[in-house]
């Protein structure tokens, strides 16, 4: 009789529990506002693009002459820096004994020079010219020119390494900021133009540009010095009008796939170069915006 009880009471607790978890299901979820409404085009006709920011004179990535460990660092990400100044340097101590070893060399070429000419001067001052051999006197010509040549030959070598001693420290090609630094002391900087890591990357914090990637088949709807606008993404009222600079007039394989099925790898992009003033706005170089560009109408548009 018990065991009866149990079972009556486990359907209903289970009956109650089914119509209490279909009422919970069937609740009109509670509509959560948008903190910023997407982005709407400001123009009847316009092209959808993504747009980098980058500084002006586009972002340099700063290289090293020869492949050698970092031997010091002077600057960190953020800096300011003018033009020529000593960002990092490579490790020279190899360069360092090679030049001793230069003016060894060349010291040497000056004292033997030394000697072959004072034996051809005293060849030249002889009151009898018959006292020594042509053969004698051509010989120590020749033996006094091929030791001057030696003299040439070691100064170059000394200006060399003190060339490659020079490159070694890596100054700023202009005024500017370190945009971002992957160096350590004690890393091997690579001159390999495969590897994409970047040692540091220079430019301006204050001017910027904006390059827009057009779709190939929107690339005949463009209107050179269109007017222009871009969004920031996450917080659409920030908008940012654009000046239209120039456009790379060669469509080029695209390089910043966002990961969509949607988006072929083969897809080539027209791109364009608009110029902004940065004003008080949160922008950083390398980030991505929505720009909208008043465009000629599509063929749909037109139909």
Known sequence: MLRKNLFLVFAIVGILFSVFMIYWGSRTP????????PPHAPFEHYIAGEGTIETF?????????FPDLIADIFVQTGDAVT???PLFK??????????????????????????????????????????????EYTQAYYAK???????????KRVIEIQTQIERSLIRAPENGDILQSNIRVGEFANVNPFDRKSLMIFGSNTL??????????????????????????????????????????YIIPKQTL?????????????????????????L????????????????????
């Not at 509670?30 to 409404?37: C, I, M, Q």
């Not at 586009?58 to 002459?65: F, I």
């Open 30 to 37: 509670t509509k959560r506002s948008l903190l910023f409404e």
């Open 83 to 85: 033009k020529n100044q």
């Open 258 to 282: 966002t990961g969509s099925d949607l988006e072929r790898v083969d897809t080539r992009v027209l791109q364009i170069i608009y110029t902004f003033d940065k004003g008080t706005n949160p």
């Open 145 to 155: 020119t091929a030791a001057y040549d030696r003299v040439l030959v070691a100064e």
């Open 208 to 249: 910027f540009q904006m390059r827009v990637n057009i779709a190939e088949e929107d690339a005949w709807r463009v209107i050179p010095n269109a007017s222009a606008r871009a969004y920031v993404r996450g917080n659409s009222s920030i908008q940012i009008p654009l000046t239209f600079s120039f456009i790379e007039p």
């Open 90 to 135: 490579l490790d020279t101590r190899h360069l360092e004994a090679d030049l001793q070893k230069a003016f060894a060399e060349l010291r040497l070429a000056k004292t033997e020079f030394k000697n072959q000419n004072e034996q051809f001067t005293y060849y030249e001052v002889l009151c009898n010219k018959n006292a020594v051999s042509k053969k």
């Open 57 to 65: 004179d586009q972002n340099t990535d700063l290289g090293v002459p």
């Open 284 to 303: 950083y170089v390398g980030q991505l915006l929505d720009v909208y560009i008043q465009a000629k109408p599509s063929k749909y548009e037109a139909s």
